[in-house]
């Protein structure tokens, strides 16, 4: 029998694989990898680090889809804005995934080109280094739940139908259809930025 035309095992294929995973499930496993391209498990084993390594593909895939272009914007809130707005994007494509790379340390050489710049950014306008890191903390806290919340329902809240509680009832029905992720997302982030703003202004 012949060569195969096409390699039955790269690490494109694998990644793709285990992101359709965890679109459908929530997860993935190795051996589920395996079955679903037509190999032995060993054979991934061959092209991967085990599970972490995987999960790390997974963070480059979904990474390469956040516009870098956003950090290079001026001033530095603006670029800040347009990362995090970008960055929300790309991961919201793929909510399930956000858990399982919430879990683990940022290996992947494309996700830490994004922080150096974010780093890089914060330091060159004044921040004190002390507070670089907390701050791109609490930007990663905001995108990453604000992209699982893009997933969940647009009604997270079903008010009693008893009528006991008409305040929330009202407010739900004041918010414009297919609005309230992104409208409390703009709020949370003109939030963040207005602090972060004080926070420079402190420190010069």
């Not at 999960?55 to 530095?76: K, M, N, S």
């Not at 992947?108 to 994004?114: M, S, T, V």
């Not at 990453?144 to 006991?164: F, H, N, Q, T, V």
Request: no cysteine.
């Amino acid at each position: 029998m012949g060569r195969p035309s096409k390699a039955l095992l790269d690490l494109d294929r694998i990644t793709s694989t285990a992101l359709e995973l965890v679109d459908e499930h929530g997860d993935f496993s190795i051996p589920q990898i395996a079955k679903r391209l037509g190999v032995q498990t060993a054979s991934v084993y061959h092209h991967v680090e085990g599970r972490a390594g995987i999960i790390e593909l997974l963070r480059a895939r979904l990474t390469a889809d956040i516009d870098p272009a956003g950090l290079e914007l001026r001033p530095w809130d603006r670029a800040m804005e347009a990362w995090a707005l970008s960055y929300r994007a790309a991961f919201a494509a793929h909510p399930r995934a956000v858990p399982l790379l919430m879990m683990a340390q940022v290996a992947a050489p494309e996700a830490l080109a994004h922080y150096e710049r974010a780093v890089e950014l914060l330091l060159a306008v004044g921040f004190p280094e002390p507070v670089v890191m907390p701050l791109i903390t609490a930007l990663d806290n905001l995108v990453l739940g604000s992209a699982i919340d893009l997933a969940a329902p647009e009604s997270m809240w079903a008010p009693a139908p008893d009528g006991s509680t008409p305040l929330l009832a009202r407010a739900l029905d004041a918010v414009p259809d297919g609005r309230r992720a992104d409208a409390g997302f703009a709020f949370a982030l003109e939030g963040f930025l207005a602090h972060a703003r004080r926070t420079l202004a402190e420190a010069g």
